[in-house]
C-alpha cells in the first residue's frame, strides 16, 4: 500500500501506475488495478483510491490518487482517456510508456476481432503519445533526464538509448491508428 497521495491525469492513468507497481507485501506481481472508488474531494482535485489485487500473494493494496485533469472521460471521444492534458505524466516515465506500448502491441497480435485488434493498437498509440510528451521540441533525440525517473528505465536508456529515440518513437506511432 501507498500511503503518499500521487497525482494522476484521470482514473485511467492512477489504475495503470497501480499495474505497474510490485506487490507491497510480497514484493512479486503483477497487480491487477480494480475499479477507482468514488473518492472525496482534495483542495482542488477528488482523491481516488485504487485497490491493486497481486495475482502472486493475492494481497489486495490501496493506492490513493488526486486526479488533475478537469476533463471527464465522457467529454472525449476517445474510448480510454490515458492523460488529455499536454502535460506529461508525473507517475509513468518514458520506459514505462514504451514497456507498456511493447507489450500491449504483442497482445493486439493476439485479438482475434478487428474492432479488438485496433482498440489494442490505439492503446499503444496513446502509449506512445504519452512517451512523447516528455520529449524537447524537435531538440533532442533522447528524453530529458526528468523524463526518466524509474530505476529500471534510468538501466534501460544507459544500455539501449536506441530503444528511446524520439525519431523511432515517432516513426513507430505513425504505423498505428489515431482517434476514434
Given at each position: 500500500?501507498?500511503?503518499a497521495?500521487?497525482?494522476?491525469?484521470?482514473a485511467?492513468?492512477a489504475?495503470?501506475?497501480?499495474?505497474?507497481?510490485?506487490?507491497?507485501?510480497?514484493?512479486r506481481?503483477?497487480?491487477?488495478?480494480?475499479?477507482?472508488?468514488?473518492?472525496?474531494?482534495?483542495?482542488?482535485?477528488?482523491?481516488?483510491?485504487?485497490?491493486?489485487?497481486?495475482?502472486?500473494?493475492?494481497d489486495?493494496?490501496?493506492?490513493?490518487?488526486?486526479i488533475?485533469?478537469?476533463?471527464?472521460?465522457?467529454?472525449?471521444?476517445?474510448?480510454?482517456?490515458?492523460?488529455?492534458?499536454?502535460?506529461p505524466?508525473?507517475?509513468?516515465?518514458?520506459?514505462?510508456?514504451?514497456?507498456?506500448?511493447?507489450?500491449?502491441?504483442?497482445?493486439?497480435?493476439?485479438?482475434?476481432?478487428?474492432?479488438?485488434?485496433?482498440?489494442?493498437?490505439?492503446?499503444?498509440?496513446?502509449?506512445?503519445?504519452?512517451?512523447?510528451?516528455?520529449?524537447?521540441e524537435?531538440?533532442?533525440?533522447?528524453?530529458?533526464?526528468?523524463?526518466?525517473?524509474?530505476?529500471?528505465?534510468?538501466?534501460?536508456?544507459?544500455?539501449?538509448?536506441?530503444?528511446?529515440?524520439?525519431?523511432?518513437?515517432?516513426?513507430?506511432?505513425?504505423?498505428?491508428?489515431?482517434?476514434?
Amino acid at each position: 500500500m501507498s500511503d503518499a497521495i500521487h497525482a494522476a491525469a484521470t482514473a485511467v492513468e492512477a489504475g495503470i501506475y497501480v499495474s505497474l507497481q510490485s506487490c507491497p507485501h510480497c514484493g512479486r506481481g503483477p497487480l491487477v488495478a480494480a475499479e477507482p472508488d468514488k473518492g472525496s474531494s482534495g483542495a482542488d482535485a477528488p482523491i481516488i483510491q485504487i485497490a491493486g489485487a497481486c495475482l502472486h500473494c493475492r494481497d489486495l493494496s490501496l493506492w490513493p490518487f488526486q486526479i488533475i485533469s478537469k476533463i471527464k472521460p465522457e467529454d472525449t471521444a476517445e474510448p480510454l482517456v490515458i492523460n488529455p492534458t499536454p502535460f506529461p505524466s508525473r507517475i509513468i516515465d518514458v520506459g514505462q510508456w514504451l514497456t507498456l506500448a511493447r507489450m500491449w502491441e504483442e497482445s493486439a497480435n493476439g485479438v482475434d476481432s478487428p474492432r479488438g485488434k485496433r482498440n489494442q493498437l490505439l492503446r499503444v498509440g496513446q502509449c506512445l503519445d504519452e512517451a512523447l510528451k516528455f520529449y524537447d521540441e524537435e531538440e533532442n533525440d533522447l528524453p530529458p533526464t526528468t523524463g526518466v525517473f524509474h530505476s529500471t528505465s534510468i538501466q534501460r536508456l544507459r544500455d539501449h538509448p536506441e530503444q528511446f529515440s524520439r525519431r523511432r518513437l515517432v516513426n513507430w506511432r505513425r504505423r498505428l491508428p489515431h482517434g476514434s
